[in-house]
């Protein structure tokens, strides 16, 4: 059983910044793919990054592609989600997610692990 805890969170102008962080309770290093979601009001749940066991192969949504960054530390079981040039689009409860295994999945179904979400608002 994987346990993720969401941080980070906030309310920021559009074109500002925010770093999300996701502390796994097991060693996730070599064994699960970790990844963010978000969820906006009245929508469904939707992919945003994946990164690999190793941090060797990372996925990006079209939507943050060059804006949003992801990257794990295996060493303190966490994963972080880098946000820049935010947009009032971004805002949405993202969620960090947790697959075992070595392949990607886009549908939020595919990950059994999940945090309880950190709530982000980007003013315009």
């Known amino acids: 059983q994987v346990q993720l805890v969401e941080s980070g969170g906030g309310l920021v102008q559009a074109g500002g910044s925010l770093r999300l962080s996701c502390i796994a309770s097991?060693?996730?290093?070599?064994?699960?793919?970790m990844g963010w979601f978000r969820q906006a009001p009245g929508k469904e749940r939707e992919f945003v990054a994946t990164?690999?066991?190793?941090?060797?192969?990372?996925n990006y949504a079209d939507s943050v592609k060059g804006r949003f960054t992801i990257a794990r530390d295996n060493a303190k079981n966490t994963v972080y989600l880098q946000m820049n040039s935010l947009k009032p689009e971004d805002t949405a409860v993202y969620y960090c997610?947790?697959?075992?295994?070595?392949?990607?999945?886009?549908?939020?179904?595919?990950?059994?692990?999940w945090g309880q979400g950190t709530q982000v608002t980007v003013s315009s």
């Open positions: 990164i690999s066991r190793s941090g060797g192969s990372i």
């Open positions: 097991v060693r996730t290093s070599r064994t699960y793919v």
């Open positions: 997610a947790a697959l075992y295994g070595s392949t990607w999945y886009v549908d939020p179904q595919a990950y059994p692990y």
